[in-house]
T-cell receptor, first 110, second 114 residues
């Protein structure tokens, strides 16, 4: 059973455009992480959000954790080709277990 | 090395053969995770180690899958009698031990079962 659904699955945009990726669940998570994965590499952590309603900014990336801690979004402003990759959300269940989302594959065209 | 190391990076095997995948975590990391990633998909949790013990093996797909960790360091994931549906990238991650800490991932082993 997939507990974390991401949308869209695929996204192809032009450099300079804005985009939002969503991560939704019917379950509550103690924290939520976003990762970016490039071909042939393991995922790399971008951010961890812990508090319901929390917003974190990382340069052009803005992450939000839903008030009920069941969903999250990632907004990228003025996308660049270097943002291309697979974006994964991961919800923490308990003290050690992570449930990963289905992934959003982003391609930014120059 | 400084990061999580996995070997081999690629493995091609015939259906029915056994395979062993190795993970060298970051030194001092007590927690070690194995995940499976099918083509273009998210990560599927397989097993978690705290030290040399595996308190959660719930993600192992069948009894053909097993894993061990020794010396609170190296871990081996073994798949017996491989099937075509086992084809995937197997990723290992390590951390200091709880979801409050960052997981560092290896580059994975790409397994192809012919």
């Amino acid at each position: 059973t997939q507990l974390l659904e991401q949308s869209p699955q695929f996204l192809s945009i032009q450099e300079g455009e804005n985009l939002t990726v969503y991560c939704n669940s019917s379950s509550v998570f103690s924290s939520l992480q976003w990762y970016r994965q490039e071909p042939g590499e393991g995922p790399v952590l971008l951010v961890t959000v812990v508090t319901g309603g929390e917003v974190k900014k990382l340069k052009r990336l803005t992450f939000q954790f839903g008030d009920a801690r069941k969903d999250s979004s990632l907004h990228i402003t003025a996308a660049q080709p270097g943002d291309t990759g697979l974006y994964l959300c991961a919800g923490a269940r308990g003290t050690y277990k992570y449930i990963f989302g289905t992934g959003t594959r982003l391609k930014v065209l120059a | 090395g400084a990061g999580v190391s996995q070997s081999p990076s690629n493995k091609v095997t015939e259906k029915g053969k056994d395979v062993e995948l190795r993970c060298d975590p970051i030194s001092g990391h007590t927690a070690l995770y194995w995940y499976r990633q099918r083509l273009g998909q998210g990560l599927e949790f397989l097993i978690y180690f705290q030290g040399n013990s595996a308190p959660d093996k719930s993600g192992l797909p069948s009894d053909r899958f097993s894993a061990e960790r020794t010396g609170e360091s190296v871990s081996t994931l073994t798949i017996q009698r491989t099937q075509q549906e086992d084809s995937a990238v197997y990723l290992c991650a390590s951390s200091f031990g709880s979801t409050k800490n960052i997981q560092y991932f290896g580059a994975g082993t790409r397994l192809s079962v012919l």
